[in-house]
């Protein structure tokens, strides 16, 4: 296969600056606002984001440690396969999260929910379009009844840190 290349586009600012303590999904990231400050050279694709309430950002997981195909993830004690989770360490370290899209003043956008680590690498925005991205009647897995718990992220997942099964 063929290795892919990716440029980041921009980069997140965020308050949190370390894994231990930063949510781990944009709803427990609530009102902690921050900022994408986007590459110059892309502002004319921010044309029209205005009318979007949120917005996708897909980053890469910079601080993530390596990839293990079985991890205990946040929200359970279990072991699970790695991609029945959204556990930073992974072949791609990309991450998602769905955040708030408060203001965009020229290459900068305003954001709020933010439930990632700051100077996170930006490698694209998408707008959240709710007749696409939600699907309410869903199942979820082994995360049913788990999704609304408080759990904050520790460091388990950070490079060099061992703590992969």
Known sequence: MKSIEFKPIGIIRS?????AGTPIKPRMGGATRGEVQ???AYVAGLADLDGFEHIWLIYLCHDAGPCSLSVKPYLDDQAHGLFATRAPSRPNPIGISSVRLCAVRGNVLEVEGL??????PLLDIK?????????????SGWIEGRTQRDTLADDRFKKGSGGHL
């Open 127 to 139: 707008p959240y379009v709710p007749g696409f991205d939600s699907i309410p009647q869903s199942r």
């Open 115 to 120: 439930d990632v680590l700051d100077q996170t």
């Open 38 to 40: 986007l590459d110059p």
């Open 15 to 19: 308050p949190f600056k370390v894994q």
